[in-house]
Nanobody, 126 residues
Framework: HVQLVESGGGSVQAGGSLRLSCAAS?????????VAWFRQAPGKEREGIAA????????YYATSVKGRFTISLNTANKTLYLQMNNVKPEDTAMYYC???????????????????WGQGTQVTVS
């Protein structure tokens, strides 16, 4: 069973930066796998915003965050990161990390395909 724990959320002013972390533990994947960041604002659907598959070099980003957010993975300490720059009030949401065996540019934003989720960390931009 994969366990994911997010951290790093908080309050930040518009234009500022924040880095979220997601630590993995338990029976983590062997071989290639996909890790992603989702977010959900009150009254809105969960949105896939960034993902990477360790079997390739591609990074996938939603249009809403492309050019401002960067996803990265440290395999040594099994930690996923989301560097958020030039944040906007519309970035306010609960942020979740998730994992699955494989994802592509077509499937990375489909939350129903991810069996493993963290508990979320709140980001508030004012």
């Amino acid at each position: 069973h994969v366990q994911l724990v997010e951290s790093g959320g908080g309050s930040v002013q518009a234009g500022g930066s924040l880095r979220l972390s997601c630590a993995a533990s338990g029976d983590t994947y062997r071989g290639s796998y996909c890790v992603a960041w989702f977010r959900q604002a009150p009254g809105k659907e969960r949105e896939g915003i960034a993902a990477l598959w360790t079997g390739g070099t591609s990074r996938y980003y939603a249009t809403s965050v492309k050019g401002r957010f960067t996803i990265s993975l440290n395999t040594a300490n099994k930690t996923l990161y989301l560097q958020m720059n030039n944040v906007k009030p519309e970035d306010t949401a609960m942020y979740y990390c998730a994992a699955r065996g494989y994802c592509s540019r077509i499937t990375y934003a489909d939350s129903s395909g991810f069996p493993h989720w963290g508990q979320g960390t709140q980001v508030t931009v004012s």
